[in-house]
């Protein structure tokens, strides 16, 4: 038995919505884009939707909307996937990482206010696991000094601040639809924003900066006719890929309420260990559960055993500029203590819709059978 941190879902109605769409005229560039993102608006709250082929690309064609260039900077957490500060560098600008709080290990407000300078153009924060940051601090402080904010939720579909759904809170929240994350499309990423001008700017970057919309273009020459108004990417996602997300969205509630019950069970179990830290629960806000993190004393050796009792522990994250490509970019001096102590001690533990209960009944034993000796 071999069980995984993390697993897609996918069941006949999601197969049968594929099918349907292949059998169709259009297999790209159709109306089943256009219907998934009217669904995520619907969902989340927002405004205006822009499903793009990843993750990466939604943060990428944000950091491009905000403006970020040459030598421009924008604050991240170093608690993340690299792509969260990676988007920073496709556009020539260079991230710049604060602290998280040692309590959610979200982006600390306090440290971002130190971290700002003349060249911030954005914030990009991380919903790290599902729970969303400190949006309120978050956003005024960016209106204070005329910054964007970006969230990035690819932790945190569902997920709700306030009661707020995630989505419709920052200037532009990314999601990424990945296998792991709650809902899937196979490789995929959206970006919602309630601005239409910048959700004017995530279209054209989606599609080489190329329009045919009338008032956009400089002149019109017939039927046929469109112009290249910047350089933008393919970063287009398929009809059918979104057919597989939009059917999958319909059950993220569902996902999101097992993910929930085995998150609860987890701190139950291990609400008497000395030697186990579960995660804090926000007041307030509502955890989407994208992961389950914990902390150790003795990481290395908890993750061997793990691994070696089949259980498919995984660690979320390295700090990004820990990174060898980072260090030779000149982050070696950077230092954020929050982060690089809480790395030490993090393990992530399997949590997934199909999970069973008598999987996580094992996965629980196994722990404490380590961890107690």
């Known amino acids: 038995m071999y069980i995984p941190y993390g697993k897609q879902f996918i069941d ?7 099918v349907e769409t292949l059998k169709s005229d259009c297999i790209t560039t159709g109306p089943r884009i256009a219907e998934f993102e009217q669904a995520v608006c619907e969902y989340t709250g927002a405004k205006y939707a822009v499903a793009v082929s990843s993750g990466t690309a939604a943060l990428h ?3 491009l909307a905000a403006g970020i260039g040459k030598d421009d900077e924008a604050v991240t957490s170093p608690m993340t996937f690299a792509a969260s500060a990676n988007c920073v560098l496709y556009c020539g600008g260079r ?7 040692p309590d959610t290990y979200n982006l600390d407000p306090n440290d971002v206010r130190r971290k700002i300078t003349n060249k911030t153009k954005a914030v990009i924060a991380v919903d790290y696991t599902g729970q969303p940051c400190e949006l309120e601090e978050l956003k005024q402080i960016a209106k204070e000094r005329q910054l964007y904010l970006i969230e990035d939720a690819a932790h945190a579909i569902g997920a709700e601040y ?3 759904r995630v989505g419709s809170i920052s200037d532009m929240t990314t999601f990424s639809l990945h296998p792991v994350k709650h809902i899937t499309s196979g490789e995929g990423g959206i970006v919602t924003t309630n601005n239409k001008e910048l959700y004017k700017k995530l279209i054209l970057f989606r599609n080489h900066g190329i329009t045919r919309e009338r008032e956009a273009m400089t002149k019109m020459e017939g039927g046929w006719y469109y112009e290249q108004l910047d350089l933008g990417y393919n970063y287009r996602i ?4 979104c057919a597989l997300a939009a059917s999958q969205l319909k059950k993220l509630d569902r996902f999101i309420q097992k993910r929930t019950e085995l998150a609860g069970r987890y701190e139950y179990a291990f609400q008497d260990m000395e030697d186990v830290v579960c995660p804090y629960q926000k007041e307030g806000c509502k955890n989407s559960w994208h992961l389950y993190v914990i902390q150790v004393k003795n990481r290395a050796e908890t993750f061997r055993k793990m691994r070696e009792a089949g259980i498919g522990v995984n660690v979320h994250y390295i700090p990004v500029y820990k990174h060898p490509y980072y260090q030779s970019l000149g982050y070696g001096n950077v230092e954020c203590k929050n982060a690089e102590s809480l790395y ?5 533990l399997p ?11 094992y996965v629980i034993g196994q722990l404490k059978k380590i961890l107690m000796g």
Not at 344 to 348: A, C, G, L, P
Request: aromatic share 12%; with cysteine; charged share 25%.
């Open 12 to 18: 006949e109605e999601d197969i049968a919505a594929v």
């Open 61 to 63: 064609i944000a950091c």
């Open 95 to 101: 991230p710049v990482f604060a602290d998280i709080k």
């Open 162 to 164: 306030k009661g707020r």
């Open 238 to 241: 398929t009809d059918f890929q």
């Open 344 to 348: 030490q001690h993090i393990i992530s």
């Open 351 to 361: 949590l997934y819709y199909m999970l069973t209960y008598e999987q996580q009944d």
